[in-house]
């Protein structure tokens, strides 16, 4: 399959990108929005993998970490357990690396296990936030020759972590893609379920030097939506977040320790952000409510500027995100769809003058800026990239080339030693890591070549030498190595 008709997707770690050179994203996503379709052999052809997991050019090798099965599939090849015996959870996502003691590399990841999935995080239930909760993170400790010494749960209780990020302070911030709420079904309301104990739809902070299961203490002021991702602003220690819906907004997190001169940001440290503080949503000045998606008219392009403000959300943690569908054909109310709930922190924002995008998912400072990927965005829904510029509060499109095979589905972005993106693949058919030099051409760095999943949690370890990544299902992390500052 020739690259042009691959598509963009998603990576993690947003602590590499503070290594991209000011500019070198913005010119190559420029190139890009302009409809540039460059090929190049960035490191050369992708060799067939003998093992069937993961293809990758001529002087790259990986090593499988820690691999897991999702419900009754058994494969060999995914069999693994975690340091306490229990099997290894399900449905690796996002995932952030961290500097260890004695040259380890520390991986936190994310697991988004639906209720009734497994196998869960936390089998035997030593400090679940929900009794009922099947995902959460575990933590790995990596050696410096890339072999796992230690694999542990840290984060037990919670459902459907996807993405998130990492902290300037060496924690990760896991992010529930969910709204769950405990009790029977309901005719009202969408997110009531018996299958959870708890209320979710919360931020986790996660301790990387954590050695075993840190206290599971949802941040509520940060909001109770469909989280995706987390960007931390190093410089001024305000917290950017995504929302995985097609009405979702764009949020900006101020903690109460900054706010009132507590601390400074670089004095930030675990437990901060749950002290509290005041979550806010983008507003596109002049023009209220405004409808970013571009689905029925091109009412953003990209080279343009608009500036922007933010708008306080009242409700920070409503009773109820989904409400049902009254418009559902379905005749048991019980069974009927979900739809956005009036109460929604997204509906509170939208009537009080936030921009809606479509679908915010992957997010990533650099450099003074905050790139969001949107991924339903466009005429065709093929996806679009936001730039947000935080000195000038300043938002432009930075891609939407409506073209799905280009760009379907962008996600998260990390970074290489080399300066390129690469970004990790959630599509339709085969699935690739693919790479974008300064100059804005496209290579294929690395391919699943196990089944359709996607690749995701993308991340570099603090010395640049390996990529860890993930496939979703069946789970595994790989640490990939090679000749990353020498592309062909």
Known sequence: MQLSRRRFLRTGAAGSAALLVPGVLDALLARIAEGARLETRGYGPLLKDPGGLLDLPAGFSYRALSTAVLGSTHDPRFSQLLSNGEPVPALHDGMGAFRGPRDLVVLVRNHEVWPGQGPRVDEARVRPYDRLGTGGT??????????????????????????????????????????????????????????????????????????????????????????????????????????????????????????????????????????????EALRIAGMPSALTQNWHSRAFLPGRKWGVDWIAIPNTDPEIDMERDPNDREPDPLKRGGRTAPTSTRAQGFRLGAAQFARTEGILYTKGSVHFCCTDGGEKGAGQVWRLELASQELSLAVEPNDMALLDGPDNLTVAPNGDLLVCEDGKDENFLVGITREGRLYRMAKNACNGSELCGACFSVDRRTLFVNIQNPGTTFAIEGPWGQRA
């Open 138 to 279: 575990t933590t790995l400790w990596v050696d410096s020759e890339r072999k796992l010494v230690r694999a542990f749960p840290s984060l037990s209780g919670t459902f459907r972590n996807c993405a998130g990020g990492v902290t300037p302070w060496g924690s990760w911030l896991s992010c529930e893609e969910c709204t769950f709420m405990p009790g029977p079904l309901d005719p009202r309301s969408y997110d009531q379920t018996p299958a959870v104990s708890e209320r979710h739809g919360y931020v986790f902070e996660v301790d990387a030097r954590a050695e075993g299961l840190v206290e599971p203490n949802p941040i509520k002021a940060m909001g109770r939506f469909y989280h995706e991702a987390v960007a931390v602003d190093p410089a001024t220690g305000f917290v950017y977040l995504s929302e995985d819906r097609g009405d979702g907004l764009l949020y900006r997190y101020r903690p109460n320790v900054l706010t009132r001169g507590l601390k400074r940001p670089a004095q930030l440290a675990v437990g901060d952000l749950a002290k509290g503080g005041v979550l």
